[in-house]
Nanobody
Framework: VQLQASGGGCVQTGGSLRLSCAFSGRTFTTFFMAWFRQVPGKEREFVAVINWRDSITNYADSVKGRFTISRNNAENTLYLMMNSLNADDTAVYYC??????????????????WGKGTQVTVSS
């Protein structure tokens, strides 16, 4: 599996960004997909996950109501729409794929496939 994240950049507080993650190498519709983020010196943090079966989603409390994870199965692409961004959202964002379960997808150590990150910087 190959994952390629894009869409990061610099934005002011209160702004929005949409991240994309292109998936290839396996059948996209058999994978749970997730976004994580990481800042220097801290562990990789779960952001959101989406089920392959029925697109049920789950979010970290810190982003609930502001971020939306979605997937386009026809285009093998995962998205993360981020609204009302603040300085605490500054991080490198990673997309992830695994066949196990939504619960497993919340634990970075259990995930099989990772993309290279994309930097998101929120400035005041």
């Amino acid at each position: 599996v190959q994952l390629q994240a894009s869409g990061g950049g610099c934005v002011q507080t209160g702004g929005s960004l949409r991240l994309s993650c292109a998936f290839s190498g396996r059948t996209f519709t058999t994978f749970f997909m997730a976004w994580f983020r990481q800042v220097p010196g801290k562990e990789r943090e779960f952001v959101a996950v989406i089920n392959w079966r029925d697109s049920i989603t789950n979010y970290a409390d810190s982003v609930k109501g502001r971020f939306t994870i979605s997937r386009n199965n026809a285009e093998n692409t995962l998205y993360l729409m981020m609204n009302s961004l603040n300085a605490d959202d500054t991080a490198v964002y990673y997309c992830a794929a695994d066949r196990s379960s939504s619960a497993t997808m919340r634990r970075s150590s259990a995930i099989d496939y990772w993309g290279k990150g994309t930097q998101v910087t929120v400035s005041s």
